[in-house]
């Protein structure tokens, strides 16, 4: 395992010397946060909804963890900050059941657009955002450590999805503890959720149900990485 610094994807492919000027310097931030948030609100648009909870699985856990481990910490942060805020006026987030407008079916791809936005404190899933931000921090934490290009590949994975699950968890339960009203269904949080206690309906509404998609994305993004080192590596070494 490396402990030193090492550069991120996009220091090597988009390194800071091409851009001569502050403004250049500024521009290239911009488009790398930018250009990652709109990878996360794409991924939001493959849903699977589930009968027994108003959080669906997503594509985005894949697209965070790229990003973090593409940009780095701060960058990765900043990107998955800046579709937070997006979110909060845009309809870029993925819908929750009680708000779909799919139709009768369960799983949606892409097309057509089917985003949502408003507060997140009026979304049972947006404390999952909020881990977004905290998932793609840690992430880039381990790209700089260079772990991406080792074994330990999959274990920085694991440890920056597992930071989705605390906000998320923790803030799906007191929505469901203070019979929180749905805005879309018009009922208590707790009726939309299988289980009895607080504790069960937690579970099964934001853990349970997301660990089989989890582990596939997990691997989808612990194959994408190295091979993007791969890919990368060669490029700009045939460029010389």
Same mark, same amino acid.
């Given at each position: ?9 996009? &220091?090597?492919? #988009? %390194? +800071? ?10 521009? =290239?931030? $911009? !488009? ?8 996360v609100t794409i991924c939001a648009q493959i849903i699977?909804?589930? %009968? ?19 940009? *780095?910490?701060? =960058? *990765?942060?900043? /990107?998955?900050?800046? #579709?937070? $805020? ?20 369960? $799983? ?9 936005? @408003? ?8 404390? #999952? ?7 793609a921090w840690a992430a880039g934490i381990f790209a =700089? +450590?260079?772990?991406?290009?080792? %074994? ?12 989705? #699950?605390?906000? @998320? ?14 805005? /879309?269904?018009?009922? %208590?949080?707790?009726?939309? $959720?299988?289980?009895? &206690?607080?504790?069960?309906?937690t579970l099964i509404g934001g853990l349970y149900p997301?660990?089989?998609? &989890? ?14 080192? !791969?890919?990368?590596? +060669? ?6």
């Amino acid at each position: 395992m490396q402990l030193t610094s090492q550069p991120v994807l996009v &220091d090597i492919l #988009y %390194p +800071k010397n091409l851009a001569s000027t502050t403004t250049g310097r500024i521009a =290239r931030e $911009i !488009i790398l946060l930018v250009g990652f948030a709109s990878f996360v609100t794409i991924c939001a648009q493959i849903i699977i909804q589930l %009968p027994f909870t108003t959080v669906p699985i997503t594509g985005q856990t894949f697209g965070v963890l790229l990003a973090g481990g593409a940009l *780095g910490a701060w =960058r *990765g942060a900043g /990107a998955l900050t800046l #579709y937070l $805020i997006a979110g909060l006026f845009l309809p870029i987030y993925a819908p929750s059941s009680a708000s779909s407008v799919i139709g009768d079916g369960t $799983i949606h791809f892409l097309f057509p657009w089917n985003g949502n936005s @408003g507060l997140l404190w009026d979304m049972s899933s947006g404390g #999952y955002i909020v881990g977004f931000v905290l998932a793609a921090w840690a992430a880039g934490i381990f790209a =700089r +450590k260079g772990w991406y290009q080792t %074994p330990w590949n999959i274990g920085g994975l694991i440890i920056s999805n597992s930071l989705i #699950y605390v906000p @998320g968890l923790l803030w799906l339960a007191f929505l469901i503890s203070s019979n929180w009203i749905h805005p /879309a269904a018009g009922v %208590p949080l707790s009726e939309l $959720i299988l289980g009895g &206690d607080t504790l069960e309906k937690t579970l099964i509404g934001g853990l349970y149900p997301f660990i089989l998609g &989890d582990l596939l994305k997990l691997y989808l993004a612990a194959l994408a990485l190295p091979a993007a080192w !791969i890919a990368v590596t +060669k490029f700009k070494g045939n460029s010389h």
